[in-house]
């Protein structure tokens, strides 16, 4: 074996100065390099967002939103609702009344399924939406342009939606009738822990005293206020869960105030893009009126008729999660 040498002090000393010098070369050629990143990430294009994408827009105008720690059993954020609307008594309403009941369950159900596989972080709530109150053109006996659906029908669409583990939604559509008169009329069923409620400002139409159908309507914030706290005392008379309230909107005077709007752990507040046309339309509408003006989660409202009657295709679960904020409630008309 050849015997090892030990090597002179002076090479040594030689060889510890000439990797120190070669160890540095690299740091020494760091600001070139850091000037070559700065000037690559300035001629990098920045993103192209549709209208209602851009993350930035929303956080400018205050998303994510501050709101009350959910309660148990409070169904938003971790969940994502999927609802059919409409009224069994109508095929022109919604999808809901559209089909028998069995078909009407069954694409029920592949929407949940195609909303899961699109987003399986978040699992899916399905729902029954039923006009509990609808609008009409003609005043009726009471005068007030709205027909309140038998308990019968009410509780026939409750029984569907048990059924299909689904929860219940009573939509009202006042007419010339106010909501405050209105409301106490359904504690009967909302004092169900799977009952909540939507409200439509479109057919809200007391104050200018219109035909529904001739005007859009609109709710204040002092409205919904009163919903909401009506909701609250029934959650905490009954020992409810939170109640989920959806509000209807696709215009600005449809909610006015919306600031003024106030939050409260017993109820979670969906503001609903319910426009429909073209999916760019549908991107500025729910830009314009849902993101402009934050309130607590948002929804989005899908048209199997009105959105493609044009030739326009039907924007797909996987379009509509591009959205920011991502809507939790999801309606099919």
């Keep these: 074996?050849?015997?090892?040498?030990?090597?002179?002090?002076?090479?040594?000393?030689?060889?510890?100065v000439m990797t120190a010098v070669c160890e540095d070369k690299p740091a020494a050629s760091t600001p070139k390099t850091a000037a070559s990143?700065?000037?690559?990430?300035?001629?990098?294009?920045?993103?192209?967002?549709?209208?209602?994408?851009?993350?930035?827009?929303?956080?400018?105008?205050?998303?994510p939103v501050k709101y009350p720690d959910p309660l148990s059993g409070s169904i938003l954020p971790k969940k994502r609702i999927v609802a059919y609307y409409g009224n069994p008594l109508s095929k022109r309403m919604g999808?809901?009344?559209?089909?028998?009941?069995?078909?009407?369950?069954?694409?029920?159900?592949?929407?949940?399924?195609?909303w899961e596989k699109a987003d399986p972080s978040v699992k899916v709530q399905p729902a029954l939406h039923l006009i509990?109150?609808?609008?009409?053109?003609?005043p009726g006996k009471a005068g007030k342009y709205r027909m309140i659906m038998p308990d019968k029908i009410i509780n026939q669409v409750y029984e569907w939606a048990k059924e299909s583990?689904?929860?219940?939604?009573?939509?009202?559509q006042t007419g010339h009738d106010d909501i405050r008169n209105l409301l106490p009329r359904f504690e009967w069923i909302l004092k169900d822990p799977d009952v909540h409620l939507a409200i439509d400002p479109e057919f809200n139409l007391i104050t200018s005293g219109k035909r529904p159908g001739t005007k859009i309507g609109t709710y204040d914030a002092s409205d919904i206020n009163y919903v909401s706290g009506y909701l609250s005392r029934i959650v905490k008379k009954y020992d409810l869960p939170p109640k989920v309230l959806v509000v209807h909107r696709f215009t600005r005077k449809m909610v006015t105030n919306s600031?003024?709007?106030?939050?409260?752990?017993?109820?979670?507040?969906?503001?609903?893009?319910?426009?429909?046309g073209?999916?760019?339309?549908?991107?500025?509408?729910?830009?314009?009126y849902i993101v402009r003006e934050p309130v607590q989660f948002t929804g989005f409202?899908?048209?199997?008729?009105?959105?493609?009657?044009?030739?326009?295709?039907?924007?797909?679960?996987?379009?509509?999660?591009?959205?920011?904020p991502v809507p939790l409630y999801i309606q099919y008309q």
């Design 132 to 138: 509990a109150v609808v609008a009409q053109k003609d």
């Design 259 to 276: 600031k003024e709007i106030e939050l409260c752990p017993e109820v979670q507040i969906v503001m609903n893009m319910d426009g429909w």
């Design 278 to 288: 073209a999916p760019w339309l549908k991107r500025d509408t729910y830009r314009d």
């Design 165 to 172: 583990n689904a929860i219940l939604f009573i939509d009202i």
């Design 301 to 324: 409202k899908l048209f199997y008729h009105n959105d493609t009657k044009k030739g326009h295709p039907l924007l797909t679960p996987r379009e509509v999660l591009r959205l920011k």
């Design 95 to 114: 999808v809901l009344g559209q089909y028998p009941k069995e078909e009407m369950l069954r694409r029920l159900r592949n929407e949940v399924h195609r």
């Design 1 to 16: 074996m050849k015997q090892l040498k030990f090597l002179s002090f002076p090479f040594l000393l030689w060889f510890c």
């Design 37 to 63: 990143a700065k000037k690559a990430a300035a001629v990098t294009p920045k993103i192209k967002y549709l209208a209602g994408e851009d993350p930035e827009f929303a956080e400018k105008h205050g998303w």
